[in-house]
């Protein structure tokens, strides 16, 4: 049995209306009742390499290819009523 390679993420950084706080059990960030936060979830999770998803972050495999890093972090970065910047972790 190989070992299975450890998940990186991509981290959010929120507008301070969808900033997910401490304590905040899932009502805020990616996992907004929101119709457009439903769908941009959605979305991230429809990728094969996406292991999972946080109110705060998007895990992945960590041999995704480059190029899929930059298109998810691009994708995520141009919802500009969500998120103010994305970073690689």
């Known amino acids: 049995m ?6 990186t993420y991509l981290r959010a950084a929120f507008q301070p209306a969808w900033h997910p706080g401490a304590g905040d059990p899932g009502r805020r960030g990616f996992f907004a009742p929101d ?3 439903r769908t941009l979830l959605r979305v991230l999770v429809s990728y094969p390499e ?3 998803v946080l109110p705060d972050r998007v895990g992945r ?3 995704a290819e480059a190029r899929l890093i930059d298109t998810l ?3 995520v970065g141009r919802q500009a009523w969500l998120v103010t910047g994305v970073t690689v972790g």
């Open 73 to 75: 972090m691009r994708f």
């Open 50 to 52: 996406v292991r999972f």
């Open 35 to 37: 119709p457009r936060a």
């Open 61 to 63: 495999e960590a041999a």
């Open 2 to 7: 190989s070992p299975v390679p450890a998940a």
